[in-house]
């Protein structure tokens, strides 16, 4: 059971805006850096986001993030369909003394 | 170009033993630190295993404390994973991930990954 907790599922049509969310706790977003990762089907995960709002080189600037308390969201603007994956939050957890990933949110383009 | 590649997966019937191994090439694998994370058949990422540059801070999951050793070997460009008590919850791909210096675990390149399965 993640303490980090995403919809299970979010989707929209090409050129849409889509928006997930991951709620946290004081214990880790609210005190450490969110990253964001995606999988493709049958791949290894690629880091998206980090630190919250930063994008590695050669991540298209339609993925953005955002932090706000106890939670982070990934947007993703201009929807394409290869943008469907599976999408992780993750942060490190101080309680834990771990790093946790969140729930995972599968993106369907419609 | 930055690689990862691990190896070692394979079956075992639970309560056996496996190590893992990842090596790395492309960059100078003594000065990052390393994870393994894993996944379980349908299932999310969990992390498992920290270990830094210089093997000075180790971290583990509850989940694999007391059952699961990291190593490096930074003369050899390799990270390892030693796992013991093997259970079938431990059923998974096994990837090794370098964080990504300045910016607090950003797991910023993967390995293909290497499977492991527990049963009998």
């Known amino acids: 059971q993640s303490v980090l907790t995403q919809p299970p599922s979010a989707s929209g049509t090409p050129g849409q805006r889509v928006t997930i969310s991951c709620s946290g706790s004081s214990s880790n977003i609210g005190i450490y850096t969110v990253n964001w990762y995606q999988q493709l089907p049958g791949t290894a995960p690629i880091l998206l986001i980090y630190?919250?709002?930063q994008r590695p080189s050669g991540v298209p600037d339609r993925f953005s993030g955002s932090k706000s308390g106890t939670s982070a969201s990934l947007a993703i603007s201009g929807l394409q369909s290869e943008d469907e994956a599976d999408y992780y939050c993750a942060a490190w957890d101080g309680s834990l003394n771990g790093y946790v990933f969140g729930t995972g949110t599968k993106v369907s383009v419609l | 170009e930055v690689q990862l590649v691990e190896s070692g997966g394979g079956l075992v019937q639970p309560g056996g033993s496996l190590r893992l191994s990842c090596a790395a090439s492309g960059f100078t694998f003594s000065s990052y630190s390393v994870n393994w994370v894993r996944q379980a058949p349908g299932k999310g990422l969990e992390w498992v295993s920290y270990?830094?540059?210089?093997?000075?801070?180790?971290y583990y999951a509850d989940s694999v404390k007391g059952r699961f050793t990291i190593s490096r070997d930074n003369a050899k460009n390799s990270l390892y994973l030693q796992m013991n008590s093997l259970r079938d919850e431990d059923t998974a791909v096994y990837y090794c991930?370098?964080?990504?210096?300045?910016?607090?675990?950003?797991?910023?390149?993967w390995g293909q990954g290497t499977p492991v399965t527990v049963s009998s």
């Open positions: 991930a370098r964080a990504q210096v300045g910016a607090w675990l950003a797991l910023d390149y």
């Open positions: 270990i830094s540059s210089s093997s000075s801070t180790i």
């Open positions: 630190t919250n709002n």
